[in-house]
């Protein structure tokens, strides 16, 4: 079973920038549809980024319309690892963030609901300081 490591997290100001790693080990991420999710306090975990990888399609991005523009999510086959760059950061993109493996190939909308992960990290914090 694919086992997922975040880091990268921390304290940046608004308008900053921060580079997530989801780093996989057991299997290979590139095998797995991998989502970044995030959960602030006393809110409901939220989708952020996804990287779907169908076999017979190719790989495809999705976004949450709040970050579209300002994340990119990007994945690194020799380091087993999935990028999430986060630029223009506001206070409001504080939060825990985690990533999240699923085996069931999600499309669109799909790769939003976290019920098609079973694999997830740990959680790494960011503050946006305004």
């Known amino acids: 079973q694919l086992q997922l490591v975040e880091s990268g997290g921390g304290l940046v100001q608004a308008g900053g920038s921060l580079r997530l790693s989801c780093s996989g080990s057991?299997?290979?991420?590139?095998?797995?549809?991998i989502g970044w999710f995030r959960q602030a306090p006393g809110t409901e975990r939220e989708f952020v980024a996804a990287l779907s990888v169908a076999l017979w399609r190719g790989k495809r991005t999705y976004y949450h319309d709040s970050v579209k523009g300002r994340f990119t999510i990007s994945r690194d086959n020799a380091k087993n690892t999935v990028i999430l760059q986060m630029n223009t950061l506001r206070p409001d993109d504080t939060a825990v963030y985690y990533c999240?493996?699923?085996?069931?190939?999600?499309?669109?909308?799909?790769?939003?609901?976290?019920?098609?992960?079973?694999?997830w990290g740990q959680g790494t914090q960011v503050t946006v300081a305004s």
């Open positions: 057991g299997r290979a991420v590139e095998d797995y549809d």
């Open positions: 999240a493996a699923g085996s069931l190939f999600c499309s669109g909308h799909e790769c939003f609901d976290p019920r098609r992960y079973d694999s």
